[in-house]
């Protein structure tokens, strides 16, 4: 089946620690999207990628980082420079970008600092 | 700046009966207007989609959305609502001058369908 596969599913992370969550498409889509949502504030967006090799921040970047090496990955790390880490994130894919197409999401994963 | 709004935090309906679910936006040009549905601790799934042409929308699961150009709006609705509609509901809008790669989404209207 064609679709996006987040993992894990919950992850936890201490005080200082960097975390990386990974991102696997087989949807042969060229474009990603890494999105964090907080209850009543809808999604946000933290990095995107147009094309392997290439990534561009989005409105949030700072505290992640992101690699596009394959066209189906798109990891994002969680650096120990975000503050306030805990949230549930969401990757996306579309064919190109989404002027006319839709994105297709992966099951999400959460994040908590303990 | 751009921008989308679903005014309505919650929106309750009983089972049976027409459901709307709010949208209004402001952006340059001409938008690319999207819902999408999310259930608990899920991703979100794409219900439907404005780009061009007729301002009635139809999509997934007996959805249609209602473009109006002159209000900026795009309601989302149904006849005849289900208890498994119950979600969490976003608007979103792909401004054309981003590349379609910056959506913005609405903070999202939760949806309660009442037996």
């Known amino acids: 089946d064609g679709g996006i596969t987040q993992s894990p599913k919950y992850l936890f992370r201490k005080e200082g620690q960097n975390v990386t969550l990974s991102c696997e498409q087989n949807l042969n889509h060229d474009a990603m999207y890494w999105y964090r949502q907080d209850p009543g504030q809808g999604l946000r967006l933290i990095y995107y990628s147009q094309i392997v090799n290439d990534f561009q921040k989005g409105d949030i970047a700072e505290g992640y980082s992101v690699s596009r090496e394959k066209k189906e990955s798109f990891p994002l790390t969680v650096t120990s420079a975000q503050k306030n880490p805990t949230a549930f994130y969401l990757c996306?894919?579309?064919?190109?970008?989404?002027?006319?197409?839709?994105?297709?999401f992966g099951q999400g994963t959460r994040l908590t600092v303990v | 700046a751009q921008s989308v709004a679903q005014p309505e935090d919650q929106v309750n309906v009983a089972e049976g009966n027409p459901l709307t679910v709010k949208c209004t936006y402001s952006v340059s040009g001409n938008p690319y207007l999207f819902w999408y549905v999310q259930y608990p601790n899920r991703g979100l799934q794409f219900l439907l989609k404005?780009?061009?042409?007729?301002?009635l929308v139809k999509g997934s699961y007996g959805f249609e959305a209602e473009f109006n150009k002159s209000q900026t709006s795009f309601h989302l609705k149904k006849p005849s609502a289900l208890v498994s509609d119950s979600a969490l509901y976003f608007c979103?809008?792909?401004?054309?001058?981003?590349?379609?790669?910056?959506?913005?989404f609405g903070a999202g209207t939760r949806l309660f369908v009442k037996a």
């Open positions: 996306a894919s579309s064919i190109r970008g989404t002027l006319g197409t839709e994105a297709f």
């Open positions: 979103a809008v792909s401004p054309p001058n981003t590349g379609g790669f910056k959506t913005i």
């Open positions: 404005y780009i061009t042409g007729d301002n």
